[in-house]
C-alpha cells in the first residue's frame, strides 16, 4: 500500500526567504506524485505534479519540486516566499486511480 | 484549469436531519467524481469514488447508507449525509476528474463546512 509522510507540521518562516517543505512516500510501484494548496476554508490548488520524465518540477506560484527515487522524496521548494504563501500544503500519491495524501504542513510567512 | 463548485458552502442543521451537498463541474464533463472529508487541522480522507450512472465505490469503514452519492450526469454528484448526527460535522470536498487514468488531475470545489448541532 501507499502511504505518504510529511515530517513537518508547521514551518515558521520570514517573508523572502528560501522554504523547502518535506515529503516522503513509500510505494512498491512507481507513483504520481502532487502538491497541492489549501488556503482556509476553500478546497484544494494543485501546485505541481510528477508524472515522469525530468526529476525537477516546476509549479504555479513559484514553486518547484524534485522528485528523487532512491530517497523516495518529492520535497517542495521555493526561493523566497511572500505573505501570500501563508497556507496548509498537501503532498499527495497516486497510483491507481485514488489520491493518498499527506497530513500537511502549515507554512506560516512572517513579515 | 477546470472549475468545480460546491452548493452549500456551509451548512448548519439539527440532529437527526439530512443534508445534500452539490458538486458541479462547470465547464467539463467528469466521468468520475471524488468525495472527502476533512476534519479540523487533518488530511483528506477518501470516502467514495462515483463514476457517472453507477454506484459509488465506498472506502473501507465509510457507511454507504448514511453517506448516500448519487451521480445522475456528467456535471453533477450529490452527496447526502442521513441522519446527521455531530459527530458528521465536517468539511467535506469534492474533486471531478475527466477519468484517462491515475495521472489525470483531479479538480477540488471550495468545500462545504457541515455543522450539525
Known amino acids: 500500500a501507499q502511504s505518504v509522510t510529511q515530517l513537518d507540521s508547521q514551518v515558521p518562516v520570514f517573508e523572502e526567504a528560501p522554504v523547502e517543505l518535506r515529503c516522503n512516500y513509500s510505494s512498491s510501484v512507481s507513483v504520481y506524485l502532487f502538491w497541492y494548496v489549501q488556503y482556509p476554508n476553500q478546497g484544494l490548488q494543485l501546485l505541481l505534479k510528477y508524472l515522469s520524465g525530468s526529476t525537477l518540477v516546476k509549479g504555479i506560484n513559484g514553486f518547484e519540486a524534485e522528485f528523487n527515487k532512491s530517497q523516495t522524496s518529492f520535497h517542495l521548494r521555493k526561493p523566497s516566499v511572500h505573505i501570500s504563501d501563508t497556507a496548509e500544503y498537501f503532498c499527495a500519491v497516486t497510483v491507481t486511480d485514488k489520491l493518498i495524501f499527506g497530513t500537511g504542513t502549515r507554512l506560516q510567512v512572517f513579515p | 484549469g477546470a472549475v468545480v463548485s460546491q452548493h452549500p458552502s456551509r451548512v448548519i442543521c439539527k440532529s437527526g436531519t439530512s443534508v445534500k451537498i452539490e458538486c458541479r463541474s462547470l465547464d467539463f464533463q467528469a466521468t468520475t467524481m471524488f468525495w472527502y472529508r476533512q476534519f479540523p487541522k487533518q488530511s483528506l480522507m477518501l470516502m467514495a469514488t462515483?463514476?457517472?450512472?453507477?454506484?459509488?465505490?465506498?472506502e473501507q469503514g465509510v457507511e454507504k447508507d448514511k453517506f448516500l452519492i448519487n451521480h445522475a450526469s456528467l456535471t453533477l454528484s450529490t452527496l447526502t449525509v442521513t441522519s446527521a448526527h455531530p459527530e458528521d460535522s465536517s468539511f467535506y470536498i469534492c474533486s471531478a476528474s475527466s477519468w484517462q487514468g491515475a495521472s489525470d488531475e483531479q479538480f477540488f470545489g471550495p468545500g462545504t463546512r457541515l455543522t450539525v448541532l
Open positions: 462515483s463514476n457517472e450512472g453507477s454506484k459509488a465505490t465506498y
